[in-house]
């Protein structure tokens, strides 16, 4: 706001008005409380990753993000393996995975190497927004989820395969703009792949 001011306007103490301005405006404190958080959901044995961002990261919010991001869509799974965060080991949060069946493993202690393969993913998926955000880096959470789409869709290194390959029936349809913009152009191509 200030800089958008300042290109027009000019008082003293400009900057110090606008910013007690922004934080007394009902409207810009509903802004600043987006989603800070991503949680990563990750099969160890076929790769594909869920992402869920959240506005905060107590054990009542990560529990219902687990079951909606992986339970309700691929099923309970026999172990869970999290870092040592406050939310996985309190007792809500194991209390859910006792309901469900499920083993609650940590990683040692200063040894992320214990879940190296969601490390990795986070790496990855940092180095993939920074293609994306806007300059003041607020608006991260509106790509976490295509990106992640990308990623199931991409071939995996470790097991030469697309992850979506590994647990869909299907591959996921292509909606690439280079796909799009060429069955437009061609409407023979289009009645070829409709009649096949």
Not at 41 to 53: E, G, L, M, S, Y
Not at 55 to 78: I, L
Not at 161 to 174: I, K, Q, Y
Request: overall charge positive.
């Amino acid at each position: 706001m200030y800089y958008i001011l300042r290109r027009t306007y000019y008082w003293p103490h400009m900057a110090v008005e606008v910013a007690a301005t922004v934080q007394n405006c009902r409207h810009c404190a509903k802004n600043r409380k987006g989603r800070k958080y991503l949680l990563v959901i990750t099969d160890r044995f076929t790769k594909p990753t869920q992402v869920v961002a959240l506005r905060s990261v107590t054990a009542y919010v990560v529990a219902v993000a687990f079951c909606e991001a992986w339970v309700f869509k691929c099923g309970v799974p026999k172990t869970l393996l999290s870092d040592n965060g406050p939310q996985f080991s309190a007792r809500f949060f194991r209390s859910v995975c006792e309901v469900l069946g499920v083993t609650n493993l940590f990683n040692s202690a200063y040894h992320p190497q214990t879940n190296g393969q969601t490390e990795r993913y986070n790496r990855t998926i940092v180095a993939m927004l920074r293609n994306y955000v806007n300059e003041h880096q607020n608006d991260w959470d509106v790509y976490a989820r295509a990106l992640m789409y990308a990623y199931n869709c991409h071939l995996h290194r470790s097991i030469r395969t697309p992850p979506f390959d590994l647990v869909l029936t299907r591959p996921p349809p292509d909606f690439s703009l280079h796909h799009s913009v060429r069955r437009r152009s061609t409407p023979d191509a289009t009645a070829r792949d409709d009649f096949r």
